[in-house]
């Protein structure tokens, strides 16, 4: 395998602004960009001595849908194990599942920040392990802002969302903290609706998906002729915030010098645009999301402590899904409804063994990687429900600690689904409760009828018609 630093990319691509861009930030990095203009110097390309050495494709989705799965197809068939990324305006899931379907390893929607096109350039040549399956996929189902819509039992996630909850009625600054894909832009836009300012101004800036060079002109507007370049006046997030809310996402990532200008601007209630002489007043609530402890990077010399204060009026931690492993079954039933609404897709069910093989995978991309995991199996799914089968990278990631393919619910002890995804009859669910209840409170008859819900004549009348014995 060649090193990181010898990697070819070849770009697919005819617009020559775009071309420049993702040569010179795939150049930071060390690959070596071969731009092509069209599908048939692409093809024709990979014939050539330097397309045997290219370690990934990128084509920009410049012709119809159909087209551009017509070429990833055949770049596909030529080129079997050669990653190939999508890159494309449309938010269409359709044409997502078709660009898999043919062959892409990943999908991104354009603009897409710098850290995610390498992310994913990364991800998809990384050979120390079967990762396709794993591309964490920019395309966003819609979903209702709303407390009731998030997923999720476990204590610390239900803590989370009542400290959130409370906060969103207040008019403190509020931070969020969690791993990346944890969930904090849904739960931002959740504490929003729930806001007494939902009916004003509403921005959310991703600070991680913008240049260093241009957060500061994002975040506090610039006037014209300020800065090389500089041809119109722009009002930045502040402003436009100004009577409402500003959510900050990604705030680790604010370079130090802005960070003091923001908190001059919270400290005193206004914003000066780069190349103002007057600065103007606002009033904008703050709510910020972390994907670091801003403690420890205040600690590590990164962050500013007197922002960091004036930002945690009220502090949310959100914590990573390994740590509330018995959601998993939950959210991703919830996903697959969800994933079945959407064009050249169907609802499908998921098996117990499914489950405990999602159960058993440590989520390093938390909630946002499971729903990218369910949406590529439910892609190639030919079944109605998606068994272990379908997660075959997981289970290599896993090796010998696969779990069993067959087990109980965790922490419910009935299997409601047979080995083929389809649910169990409604007697043989209703049986094993049954005896599940029995040996839980131990063979005391009148107590496991009172926690059923039924008599206890009716229950020794289902014992003898299901076949039971009370010592089940």
Request: charged residues 25%; proline residues 6%.
């Amino acid at each position: 395998m060649a090193d990181f630093e010898q990697r070819t990319l070849m770009l697919i691509d005819d617009e020559p602004a775009q071309s420049r861009l993702i040569t010179a930030l795939a150049g930071r990095e060390g690959w070596r960009t071969l731009v092509v203009r069209d599908s048939e110097t692409a093809i024709a390309t990979l014939g050539t001595r330097q397309g045997m050495q290219l370690h990934a494709i990128v084509l920009d989705q410049w012709v119809s849908g159909d087209e551009a799965c017509e070429l990833i197809a055949e770049l596909k068939a030529r080129r079997p194990a050669l990653p190939i990324l999508m890159l494309t305006t449309s938010t269409s899931p359709l044409l997502a599942v078709e660009a898999m379907r043919a062959g892409a390893t990943d999908y991104l929607i354009k603009p897409v920040a710098p850290d995610r096109l390498m992310q994913a350039l990364r991800m998809a040549t990384t050979r120390e392990a079967p990762r396709d399956e794993l591309q964490p996929l920019t395309e966003k189902m819609p979903s209702t802002p709303d407390f009731d819509a998030m997923i999720g039992a476990a204590p610390t996630f239900r803590a989370a969302l009542a400290v959130a909850a409370k906060a969103a009625r207040g008019h403190a600054t509020i931070l969020i903290e969690g791993e990346s894909g944890t969930g904090k832009e849904m739960l931002v836009r959740a504490m929003q609706a729930a806001s007494p300012r939902v009916k004003l101004p509403f921005r959310l800036l991703n600070v991680g998906g913008i240049p260093a060079n241009s957060v500061e002109s994002a975040l506090f507007g610039h006037e014209k002729g300020a800065f090389p370049g500089a041809f119109e006046r722009h009002i930045g997030a502040l402003q436009h915030a100004d009577g409402g809310t500003l959510a900050l996402d990604e705030i680790d990532r604010l370079p130090i010098q802005v960070q003091h200008r923001l908190l001059e601007s919270i400290q005193r209630a206004d914003v000066r645009p780069i190349g103002a002489r007057h600065s103007f007043k606002v009033d904008v609530r703050l709510i910020a999301a972390s994907n670091l402890p801003l403690r420890d990077m205040v600690d590590a010399g990164h962050f500013l402590p007197e922002l960091l204060s004036a930002l945690a009026g009220v502090v949310v931690q959100v914590p990573p899904l390994r740590d509330r492993a018995g959601d998993i079954a939950a959210l991703s039933r919830h996903f697959l409804g969800r994933i079945g609404e959407q064009p050249g897709l169907r609802p499908l069910g998921i098996t117990d063994g499914a489950l405990a093989l999602l159960s058993a995978y440590d989520w390093p991309g938390n909630v946002r990687q499971l729903q990218a995991v369910l949406f590529r199996a439910a892609v190639f799914c030919d079944g109605d429900a998606l068994t272990a089968d379908d997660f075959p990278q997981l289970s290599t990631l896993l090796g010998s600690d696969t779990p069993n393919q067959n087990p109980v619910q965790e922490g419910v002890g009935v299997m409601l689904y047979t080995a083929d995804g389809n649910l169990r009859p409604l007697e043989e669910i209703e049986a094993d409760v049954i005896r599940l209840a029995i040996g839980h409170y131990r063979g005391r008859m009148t107590e496991v009828a009172r926690r059923l819900g039924i008599g206890r004549s009716t229950l020794y009348r289902k014992l003898g018609e299901l076949g039971i014995g009370d010592a089940a």
